[in-house]
């Protein structure tokens, strides 16, 4: 963590599950790719949950049991590049977690538009909407996205 700089040990990360707010849209699949990786979830409305894929194939876990989040969280978040480099000799990102920016969740089949939020390192997140009221996430698991800035996210 000390050659990270300025990070701080895990906490209350913020995120609250509770029942879903109105005003959702219908929202049975989500894709973004990244510069390695094309990420997509679809909606099974038999488990109640959002299927994962990577590059067109999908998760499962070691026992075979389908990898799936009952809520998804995109977070458009700003970057720039750090001095490390990965194996390829590729510079990595530093990514901006504090401050504010445009949010996406996903939950029942539905999105919903929301604000991230989070002041300092030992701050947690907030999601709020659009009235300012508290965006909650299902309960179970939640995958998050963060999305540079300016990639394209697609919400069918």
């Not at 997509?40 to 994962?52: H, I, K, N, Q, S």
């Not at 977070?75 to 590729?90: A, E, F």
């Not at 504090?98 to 949010?103: I, Q, R, S």
């Not at 909407?129 to 179970?140: D, I, P, R, W, Y």
């Amino acid at each position: 963590m000390a050659r990270a700089g300025g990070s701080a040990p895990a906490g209350d990360i913020g995120f609250r599950t509770g029942p879903g707010a109105s005003g959702g849209r219908p929202a049975t699949s989500l894709a973004t790719a990244y510069p390695l990786a094309r990420v997509a979830f679809t909606w099974d409305a038999t488990l109640g949950r959002y299927l994962v894929t990577t590059d067109g194939r999908p998760e499962v876990t070691a026992a075979g049991t389908p990898v799936s989040a009952a809520s998804v969280l995109v977070q458009m978040i700003r970057t720039h590049p750090s001095t490390n480099r990965d194996v390829n000799g590729v510079f990595t990102p530093v990514l901006e977690l504090l401050g504010k920016g445009e949010a996406k969740v996903l939950r029942g089949g539905a999105a919903y538009d929301a604000t991230w939020e989070r002041a300092t390192n030992a701050s947690p997140t907030r999601l709020t909407g659009s009235s300012g009221a508290e965006v909650t996430l299902a309960a179970g698991p939640l995958w998050v996205l963060l999305v540079p800035v300016g990639q394209s996210v697609t919400i069918s």
